[in-house]
């Protein structure tokens, strides 16, 4: 654990497995925004940018209330640098996480007392980094994604003093899942949060349940997939593979928890649906 050192130029790096001693090279937002390789700078839209996830699911005013009056000044700054810098240089930013989401996500991980934590699918960084600070000082979790767009997070883990509590793992989520089991580990993670390939969380789901112990929390994000499992498709979203193979894993692990006699299952409405699972034997 605690993978992360200072180099001799003083700039923190991270190992991304245990098997090998890959490091990251210090992730320079600077060079980033000067146009490294692979990271464009996108033009950001003048009006407003979290209502693109929404534009499905909620209404913009409504959102925009919820966020000005519960969320955005509680969110720590140096989460704010890290949305904003991934909004405007990734072309992907959609894929993260919302305000309201991260803030939901610090409850229930202060909520549940949570030391040991995981995240499967970390992007660069914006549910991790707010996972890290919701946990004690003592607190670690365990990040996995097979990508390489962590380390373009990492200046902002550095900045909210949360680098200590990070391991990064660079792998997929079914490996490393699969290397904790065989290793004979279980009830080691107080809480787990979920938010990569779709088709994969039902088989994320068993293992989960012996690695999470009995009282722990399993999140499990966009269980409501783009408000299609209501069998709408307005913007003919399910013409693209990706979204029709996602809606059907989605379904897939919706119907295991629901009907899973070990949990307590709640689903709230907040960005494309989070399913939030306790586990009770
Ligand atoms: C929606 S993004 C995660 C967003 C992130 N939680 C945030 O708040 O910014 C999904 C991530 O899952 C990762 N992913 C895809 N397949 C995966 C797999 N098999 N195991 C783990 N992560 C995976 C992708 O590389 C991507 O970074």
Redesign the pocket.
């Known amino acids: 654990m605690g993978s992360h050192a200072e180099n001799g130029n003083g700039v923190k790096v991270v190992k991304v497995s245990e098997t090998e001693e890959e490091v990251f090279e210090p992730s320079d937002l600077t060079e980033i925004e000067n146009g490294k390789p692979g990271y464009d700078n996108r033009t950001l839209p003048p009006d407003w940018k979290f209502g693109v996830k929404l534009q499905n699911v909620m209404e913009e005013s409504i959102y925009k209330y919820m966020l000005e009056t519960f969320t955005r000044h509680r969110e720590h700054e140096a989460s704010k640098e890290l949305w904003e810098r ?1 909004w405007k240089l990734t072309q992907r930013g959609e ?3 919302l305000p309201d ?2 803030q939901f996500l610090r409850l229930m991980v202060k909520m549940s007392g949570a030391k040991k934590a995981l ?10 980094l707010n996972i890290a600070l919701a946990l004690p000082s003592d607190g670690k979790v365990v990040a ?4 390489e ?2 380390k373009f997070g990492w200046p902002c883990f550095v900045k909210a003093g949360v680098a200590d509590k990070v391991e990064i793992k660079q ?6 899942l699969d290397s904790v089991v065989e290793k004979g580990e279980k009830d080691c993670f107080d809480f787990a ?1 979920v ?3 779709k088709v ?1 969380y039902v088989n994320y789901h068993p293992r989960l349940m012996k690695l999470v112990r009995v009282g722990g929390v399993i999140i499990y ?2 269980t409501l997939w783009f408000g299609l499992v209501g069998g709408k498709d307005p913007h003919n979203l399910l013409k693209n593979d990706y979204m029709r193979t996602s809606l059907e894993g989605i379904k897939a692990i919706n119907a295991m928890v629901a009907n899973d006699p070990n949990l307590e299952v709640a689903t709230v409405f907040m960005g494309y649906g989070v399913t939030v699972c306790y586990r009770t034997a």
């Open positions: 991934t894929m993260m996480k989401q991260v995240e499967i699918g970390v992007f660069t960084g914006y549910s991790l996995v994604d097979p990508g767009d962590p792998t997929t989520g079914l490996e490393y949060f938010d990569a390939d994969n994000d966009d």
